[in-house]
């Protein structure tokens, strides 16, 4: 079993920044790919920033250029700098590593985290 424990959420101004973390532990032989999703109030959850064990970035069009994404392999940690913030980006932020394997050989799993808010005032 898998564990993602989230941090850095809370309560910012707009054009403030936030910075949050996201640690996974468990069993983990490796995770392929770990970002960060959103979803707001009446909304799907979407996709925010996602980095590849190989350092491969996706962002989500209205984050790029404010937010960064940064991985360590190592410690299975994800951070999200968000810069630049907007009332829009307000949210519940959701950790996410994507095919973890306990074992070479074993299956891939996906887990997520519980969330944490992120409101920015305008």
């Known amino acids: 079993q898998v564990q993602l424990v989230e941090s850095g959420g809370g309560l910012v101004h707009s054009g403030g920044s936030l910075r949050l973390s996201c640690a996974a532990s468990?069993?983990?032989?490796?995770?392929?790919?770990m970002g960060w999703y959103r979803q707001a109030p009446g909304k799907q959850r979407e996709l925010v920033a996602s980095?590849?064990?190989?350092?491969?970035?996706n962002y989500a069009p209205s984050v790029k250029g404010r937010f960064t994404i940064s991985r360590d392999n190592a410690k299975n940690t994800v951070d999200l700098q968000m810069n630049s913030l907007k009332p829009e980006d307000t949210a519940v932020y959701y950790c996410?590593?994507?095919?973890?394997?306990?074992?070479?050989?074993?299956?891939?799993?996906?887990?997520w985290g519980q969330g944490t808010q992120v409101t920015v005032s305008s």
């Open positions: 468990g069993s983990i032989f490796s995770i392929n790919v």
């Open positions: 996410y590593a994507g095919v973890v394997r306990a074992t070479p050989w074993a299956p891939g799993t996906d887990y």
């Open positions: 980095i590849t064990s190989g350092g491969t970035i």
